[in-house]
């Protein structure tokens, strides 16, 4: 047999599927745990998320130092980052910089995408294949799949009879695109359009900017890292990180406050939602406990909001379109964003506002909305993804008796924890749906879901048990509690990808568990403490 042969009918211990934070660190601990993994990748490179997202002015919405790898103190100590909030190139450095320096690159297959993992009752392993002919047998199977990895398709009448250039900020291109003297119009309004906007403007000839639904946008603040900050930052570092991982949403900029906005003086609150808005990023929305669950409450931040918008946009009328009416602040993802509205000044720049005249169809030279026609050289679609459940809906995913992932989640996705899923032994998601993953900071959460599922392999090996499964009445059981958790909050309110309802006909279940980071670890801490509760454990 070839060494390739051989690789291709591989019996192996763990199966990874993705290169990403989440797939780099769970081969990093499965090698500790003295397991054979190996990793399947799609790309051609690793980096998950920040391979894949390469659009002009692509950058991390968390703080670069707290949006990094705390499991090495080594790695922590070689690794400086040069701006506050990392840009994406910088960002797939520092994940090559992790794959070579904990020398991963061995146990990993790029351009290799996961087709279908069957679990095989009768051996309780999982065969994996790839659409390269892999063909391999693990124990385990590790979805380290990404929540947002699965572009959303492009659902825009007309779309592909445009004949000029056409780009996805999903799929960017590799080499630099020249938008200079060009019509530029770009689809979409969240986070991946504000970044791309806000980087282009000044660089194109016109740029059309076609908004269905306004984004809560917030400054970054960005800059060059501050040396006091970072030096501050490591001093403490180790009390840091466990402030974090104890933390609501896995970071420090949102400070933890018991104070209500109902019960603090207009004046008061105004004074603190500045501060907030002056500190940056996502600060703004920790600013009251009770934000994002008490409409009036909510509707004070929006005020302030709505006045920093007018302070920024000369024309009204514009600024009105651009101040979010029909959901709670903080019940989609913010953006946080460097010079957002101040593009709306720009004379090359005009905002559509699609809600009131929509487009009809893209057309050969253009998109037509109801009131008449745009003429364009480029059209952007930065219009999301199928977020959380979209990536593992690529793979045919069967467990016990056959049966299909997809079809199981046929009314939404339904986990224990939102690490396993009954029915599917020995099959984990990292930052699963039920999970709070995408309401975090990512890495914070991917490495307490690694940390669980390496933990409860170790403790597996040392009872001599091979199996983990959770019971179906677990899952009942987390599902009902994720649902009420999130109902008790304004999180549904919104028409977010949270709760599906950006993709066509996808169910409406609010997918991550909003109770915080620290809460959920807890829980996941306390369900291993009692020999894993709610998981059905065996030798065979
Ligand atoms: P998104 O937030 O889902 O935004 C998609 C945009 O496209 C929305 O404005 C949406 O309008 C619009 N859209 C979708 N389909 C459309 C259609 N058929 N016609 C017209 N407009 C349409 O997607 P995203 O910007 O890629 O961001 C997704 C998430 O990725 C973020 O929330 C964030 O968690 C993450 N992200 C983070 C960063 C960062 O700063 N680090 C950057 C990019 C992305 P509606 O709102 O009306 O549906």
Known sequence: MTQDSTRKHELLDMVIVGAGFSGLYM???????????????AGTGVGGTWYWNRYPGARVDIESHEYSYSFSPELEDEWTWSERYAAQPELLRYLNHVADRFDLR???????????????????????????????????????????SA?????????????????????????????????????????????????????????????????????????????????????????NREAERNSAVGTLLIE????????????????????????????????????LLVKEANDTVVDFVAD???????????????IPRTYPLGSKRMCVDTGYFEVFNRDNVSLVDISTSPIEAVTPTGIKTKDGHHDLDVIIFALGFDAMTG????????????????????????TYLGLMVAGFPNMFLVTGPGSPSVLSNMVVSIEQHVNWISDCIAAMGER??????????????????????????????????????????????????????????????????KGYEGFALSSV
């Open 151 to 239: 572009p959303k398709q492009v659902d825009v009448p007309g779309a592909s009879s445009f004949k000029g250039e056409t780009y996805s900020t999903a799929k960017w291109p590799t080499t630099p695109v020249d938008f200079r003297h060009k019509r530029v119009g770009i689809v979409g309004t969240g986070s991946s359009a504000v970044q791309t906007i806000t980087q282009i403007a000044p660089e194109v000839g016109e740029l059309v900017i076609f908004q269905r639904t306004p984004s809560f946008s917030v400054p970054a603040h960005n800059g060059p890292a501050d040396p006091e900050v970072l030096r501050k930052w490591r001093e403490n570092r180790e009390a």
């Open 106 to 148: 061995r146990n990993i297959d790029l351009n290799t995408r996961v087709t279908s993992a069957v679990f095989d009752e009768t051996a309780s392993r999982w065969t994996v294949l790839t659409d390269k002919g892999d063909h391999v047998s693990a124990r385990y199977c590790i979805m380290a799949t990404g929540c947002l």
């Open 256 to 291: 933890a406050t018991e104070q209500l906005a109902m019960s603090t003086s207009h004046e008061d609150r105004r004074r603190i939602f500045e501060d907030k808005w002056s500190k940056g990023g996502f600060a703004i929305g920790g600013s009251f406990a009770d934000l």
């Open 27 to 41: 081969l990093h601990k499965a090698r500790g745990l003295g397991l054979r993994a190996r990793v399947f990748e």
């Open 308 to 322: 920093k918008v007018r302070s920024v946009v000369k024309d009204p009328a514009t600024a009105e379109k651009l």
């Open 391 to 414: 990536a593992l809906g690529k793979i045919d995913i069967r467990g016990r008796d056959g049966e299909s992932l997809k079809e199981k989640w046929e009314g939404g996705p339904r």
């Open 464 to 529: 001599q048990q091979h199996v983990i499964e959770a019971t179906a009445q677990a899952e009942e059981g987390w599902v009902a509690h994720v649902n009420e958790a999130a109902n008790m909050s304004l999180y549904p309110q919104a028409n977010s990808w949270y709760i599906g309802a950006n993709v066509p006909g996808k169910p409406r279940v609010f997918m991550p568990y909003v109770a915080g980071v620290g809460v959920y670890r807890q829980v996941c801490a306390d369900i291993a403490a």
